[in-house]
């Protein structure tokens, strides 16, 4: 029986409120998981701030600095939420600690410093354009190591979905992708992509019983031990950088929102839908991208941005929503 808010009892509201903000990934139980899709969504948003904000700062703040500070004051943020549960799974920690190290290198590790090295020489937009391959990764992966597949609704879900992005990338003018040239940060970026595609589809083995606010803790502690000998090779070559508002207030922003709130909502939002369907939502990074530079750089918005939204928005919606209504089982 489900007990209604006002009648609860105090210490279980004083629980609920306690872990508001990094538990809100939990509200995604309906049968058609819009919840989850919001999650992704938000997802994106938040990685495709990271990417303008990394690009804006990049000659003040080193990308291996930027990388290790991120995830350590993310750490020191989430550790007074996750030590009790640290505590109560400290044996699962133990037994798994290998494969959680594991986690950590694509995800903590690999996929940040790459994306902050590429966009030392990339654009921004490059950058968020050539990440959005990620999607391709995930769904050959994920169909090579265990035999998902898609429909063929999803199936032409995503080739729409991947249509729409070529078309942002061509400008409407598909000649033009004959004259796309990668620079360094292009391949930086597309070993990133690799990385997180690994990652996303790994996340369905996570040992059963482990927490997902342990898991992540678990996953940032060990990325941060893990980059601090390059940090300090990185600080040695190129020293550190200066400690201004602007520096703290861009260090503030990539822990809360692409870290700890980014990697809570892909977590649960891939544990529902599952890897392919979650690494379609990728395609919407160049989306946010095109819409912040409109909003914060005074970039144009083109006619061929919204066909290719339009695109990618509908690809989607193949991928994403179900057919028919589910089976109820007796």
Sequence with gaps: MVVPPAVRSPPERRRSGTN?????????????????????????????????????????????????????????????????????????????????ALMSLPSIVFFNTFIYAALQSASATNTVLVNATTPIFIVLLARGLFGERLTPRQSTGVLVSLGGLLFIISRGDWAVLGQFSFVTGDLWTLGASLSWAIYSVQLRQRPAGIDPLVFLTAIIALGVVLLLPVYLAEWYLRGGFPVTPASLASIAYVCVFPS???????????????????????????????????????????????????????GIAMTTYPVGTPRRTP
């Excluded at 058609?32 to 990685?47: A, E, G, I, M, N």
């Excluded at 530079?293 to 928005?313: K, N, Q, S």
Aim: aromatic share 14%; hydrophobic share 55%.
């Design 20 to 100: 508001l903000l990094l538990e809100w990934n939990i509200m995604a139980t309906s049968t058609f998981p819009w919840r989850s899709y919001l999650l992704l969504t938000c997802t994106v948003l938040f990685w495709s701030g990271n990417f303008v904000l990394a690009r804006g700062i990049r000659e003040l703040i080193p990308p291996v600095s930027l990388n290790f500070w991120r995830w350590t004051g993310a750490l020191i943020l989430i550790l007074p939420v996750a030590l009790p549960r640290l505590h109560r799974q400290r044996h699962l920690l133990r037994r798994h600690w290998r494969w959680l």
């Design 260 to 314: 700890l709130l980014a990697y809570l909502f892909w977590n649960r939002g891939v544990s529902r839908v599952g890897p392919a369907r979650a690494g379609i939502f990728m395609h919407l990074m160049p989306v946010f991208g095109i819409l912040l530079a409109t909003l914060f750089l005074d970039e144009v918005l083109r006619r061929y941005h919204l066909a290719g939204i339009l695109l990618i928005f509908t």
